[in-house]
Structure formats: structure tokens, C-alpha cells
């Protein structure tokens, strides 16, 4: 990686915005109740089903199984 205005690693800055997006997402299904195509539309993705998608191959899991997992069967979004 090189300073600033530099050239840098192809895919790198891809790879920036998609970690800031997964970081939104998660943050949106931890602290809110809002739908999964509300949290997909606010994290920068097209539609609710490529934001599934994407965030089961990024996480490992589903997004509505990534929230009842992070609040356990307590979940007071689910």
C-alpha cells in the first residue's frame, strides 16, 4: 500500500467499503428491530436478497440467524 492519492492493491478498497457495509448491518440487526430489507437498504445494498446472500458467505450465517445467535433466546427483535 502506498500514501495517500497512491496506488493501491487491487480489490483493496472494494474489500474497505464491504467491511464497513458488513460492520453497518451487523450494528442495524444487534441494536434495532428494523426488517432485513430496511438493514439491507441502509448498509448500501440493492436488494434484500443479495444483502443475504453476501452476509452469509461474509458472517457464516443468515442474517435473521446472525441476530437470534448474537441475543441467544432472548432476542427482543425476533
Known sequence: MTGR????PQGFLQQ???EGRF???GDLLLRTS????QVAEASGFRN?????RA???WIGNSPPGFR???????????
Do not use: M, Q
Request: with cysteine.
Open 55 to 57: 452476509f452469509r458467505e
Open 5 to 8: 492519492g497512491g496506488n493501491y
Open 68 to 78: 437470534v445467535s448474537a441475543h441467544g433466546s432472548k432476542c427482543p427483535f425476533c
Open 48 to 52: 434484500e436478497k443479495s444483502f443475504i
Open 34 to 37: 428494523k426488517p432485513i430489507k
Open 23 to 25: 460492520e453497518k448491518a
Open 16 to 18: 474497505l467499503k464491504d
